[in-house]
């Protein structure tokens, strides 16, 4: 018989604490069975799920109680949205260059340092990239919203933005990660901004250690604010991201927390 979400669940602590990336048991149960994802992302797993482990791996590579890949129907959707749009019309709202190939349209657009290449049904990467399937949903997501308001120049936070009370939750547990990784190194953090192309930049306002703004997408500039740990005075190292103004007319919601982690994974790896 299959393993069940349930199944699962009465392995896990239920605590909810968010540590796997879900925002509850029940959540990242049901990703394990139905999404395939690593039961091991849970790391306070009970001892009798040790067992339950390599069952419920063996269950996902055959394919038993899995949805259609997620990644695959979001593919698909935002493809359909942006198969009637004039790339050409386009291109200079979202910071791009239009161009074609045997009569094929497509941006160029530049996404974490690389140029990349985005056809109606096809992202192709420069030589060297290392490609990530998700990128898609995100660059996808960039160019169905049509977005042509100017940056503002004006940060504000997460939470600021309309229906992102309870996502703000997750923006705060990735805050939280980048905050403790880097908690009595920030010379390491700065070398890594720079790495990624960080600027270094003075917010009004602010005190942070470091401040540094980027720009992985065209329109989409991001601020980071990290204040060190003291130790003396029994503070915590904290992190915050900050987001133009104007950021929902480029992406949604969902899709600047990945673009969050995938700065993240940047910064971090």
Request: aromatic letters at 8%; proline letters at 4%.
């Amino acid at each position: 018989m299959a393993i069940t979400v349930l199944e699962v669940l009465k392995k896990l602590p239920r605590t909810n604490c968010g540590d796997c990336g879900q925002q509850t048991c029940l959540a990242f149960a049901t990703q394990v069975i139905k999404e395939g994802e690593d039961l091991e992302k849970c790391p306070h797993l009970t001892v009798t799920a040790a067992g339950l482990g390599e069952a419920v791996k063996a269950q996902q590579e055959a394919g038993v109680g899995r949805r259609r890949e997620s990644h695959a129907i979001s593919l698909e959707v935002l493809q359909a949205k942006v198969a009637p749009l004039d790339f050409a019309a386009l291109a200079e709202g979202l910071g791009a260059t239009y161009g074609e190939e045997a009569g094929r349209p497509y941006l160029s657009l530049a996404y974490f340092g690389y140029c990349l290449q985005v056809f109606k049904d096809e992202l192709r990467y420069p030589p060297g990239a290392l490609a990530d399937p998700w990128d898609a949903i995100l660059l996808y997501n960039y160019i169905a919203s049509q977005g042509r308001e100017p940056v503002t120049g004006r940060w504000i936070a997460y939470n600021s933005l309309p229906n992102s009370v309870s996502k703000a939750k997750t923006l705060a547990r990735l805050e939280r990660q980048l905050a403790d990784h880097f908690a009595g190194k920030t010379a390491e953090l700065r070398e890594r901004l720079a790495q990624q192309g960080g600027d270094t930049v003075t917010v009004g306002g602010e005190d942070a250690d470091v401040q540094a703004s980027f720009l992985p997408l065209p329109r989409v500039p991001v601020l980071l604010l990290f204040w060190d740990a003291e130790a003396e005075e029994g503070f915590a190292a904290q992190a915050h991201f900050l987001f133009d103004a104007s950021v929902t007319t480029y992406l949604d919601l969902e899709a600047i927390l990945f673009l969050v982690e995938h700065l993240m994974e940047r910064l971090m790896g």
